[in-house]
């Protein structure tokens, strides 16, 4: 599975363009997912995996800029 930073990196260079909503939204889902399986798929954390999606998102996202 890509990380983020790999989609990230594949939509600049393919639009040198910022990420759009609907980019990040999916840019987060991912980054959750990967955070529910690597925490075993344990149910209950759907929200917390969420935001801490976020943040690593937003953090990359600026690192990456």
């Known amino acids: 599975m890509k990380n ?7 939509q600049t260079a393919q639009n ?4 759009n909503a609907k980019v ?3 840019l987060v889902e991912k980054k959750a997912f990967e955070l529910y399986e ?5 149910n209950g954390c759907d929200l917390d ?9 937003e953090k ?3 690192a990456g800029k």
């Open 4 to 10: 983020v930073r790999q989609i990230f990196k594949k």
């Open 16 to 19: 040198e363009k910022p990420v």
């Open 24 to 26: 990040y939204a999916q």
């Open 38 to 42: 690597r925490k075993g798929c344990q």
């Open 49 to 57: 995996d969420w935001l801490e999606a976020e943040r690593a998102v």
């Open 60 to 62: 990359e996202l600026i």
